[in-house]
């Protein structure tokens, strides 16, 4: 399920990202005084009246001199954070990446400036957008600034909506009206092919990987890292089964993600993450597991994807006969992924083992779907409680009344429970390998819920 984006655009210091803030429901983007403070894209996953969508923040559209790109001191009415007047390029591209990808795009202007030709060459950029543009006159924080905000209805762009992002006001109304507009995030039911998502860091060898499945030279291959800056879709039959294939840009650590397109290209390749039934891991098993997998690694986990983790590139890597059970172990604890996820080693460049990558996925898809029957499940759970009994939590312990399983892709576990708080993350983990044991979910995440069960009569004393 692909969710839509909406992005936040303006100048720099009109309140981006305290809005971005005020919509997410944390502190997650710096905000400060300073204009530039926000170089590259931040995003994150929101709702808004049921609604999920993710919400971008972007860098400001700068418009200055080019002296002042070129490295001399602003004007004291514009005054860049410390390092950033090189950036003003860059941090353009990247909004105008992000105004590209969006669904829908809040342009946030500064009610207490007023309108400035800055906000008009932003409107510029804005009405070649391709989807809705809402105007949100941000700092309307009293009656006086409220009313002025009618002079943005001159940048023609429709609707204006005074609100404050700091003090939450006339939120509430904008959003209503954005989320109105996004596109639906129900599975696309006229594409019924399964989709495989190789995702991994750059230069881990992705797109050979493609090729080598397809057998021909659809995508391009190169050593530089980041070559692939879009998620490629690609067509094939196997066996009978219609299949999609999604090539993803390389996926960086935070903070290592540059400004302009690179970041673009890592938003589309989390929505692809989101859009797939299995992705691929790829790693360079010759360079190693490291912190950057296990970032890749975190999305997937997130979206609750099913998972095959590929270590590529293994002609280089020196082996013996413990060598891959060595590897998958070192793999499997970087990664935070158990025993479900099942490891292949592969080479793109000699094909070794790249014949079990489709099979083995087309088994993962299938165990997304897979159901266990309530009496057996219930047994499952009562045999786990009496071979190890919860652990106690000031005086009390968890007790399972019922369980069940009321939905798949993935596979959800709802368990009716005393109280959800005495649920240790250890012994949620116990109850999944018990599960585990007796139904295989191969590369597939279970997603255990605990409910308090209510008390009979409660709702009729309410």
Partial sequence: MSVPIVALVGQPNVGKSTLFNRIVGQRLAVVHSQPGTTRDRL????????????????????????TVIAGRRPGPERVLAQDSAPYIPLMRAQAEQAIQAADAVIFITDAANGLTPGDSEVANILRRARCPVFVAANKADNARLHQSTVEFYALGLGE??????????????????VVDTLPSTEPEDEDERIKLAIVGRPNVGKSSLLNRLLGEQRAIVSPISGTTR??????????????????????RRRGKIGPGVEHYSVLRAIRAIQR???????????????????????????????????VNKWDLVEKDAHTMAEYTGWVREVLRFLDYVPVLFVSALTGQRVHRIVPTALTVHESRFRRIPTGDL?????DALARHAPPSKRGKRLKIYYASQPGVDPPTIVCHVNDPNLVHFSYERYLENRLREAYEFPGTPLRLIFRRRERRGAKRKA
């Fill in 160 to 177: 204006v909506y005074p609100i404050s992002a700091l003090h939450s006001t006339g939120v509430a109304d904008l959003l209503d009206d």
């Fill in 378 to 382: 219930n047994r499952l759970i009562q």
């Fill in 276 to 310: 797939a039934d299995v992705a691929f891991l790829v790693i360079d098993g010759f360079q190693g597991v490291t912190a950057q997998d296990a970032h890749v690694a975190s999305f997937i986990l997130d979206e609750w994807a099913s998972v095959i983790v590929l």
């Fill in 230 to 251: 879009d998620a490629i879709d690609t067509y094939l039959e196997w066996e009978g089964t219609p299949i999609t294939l999604i090539d993803t840009a390389g996926i």
């Fill in 43 to 66: 995003h994150a996953r929101a709702e808004w009246n049921g609604i999920p969508f993710t919400v971008v923040d972007t860098g400001g559209i700068e418009i200055l001199p080019e």
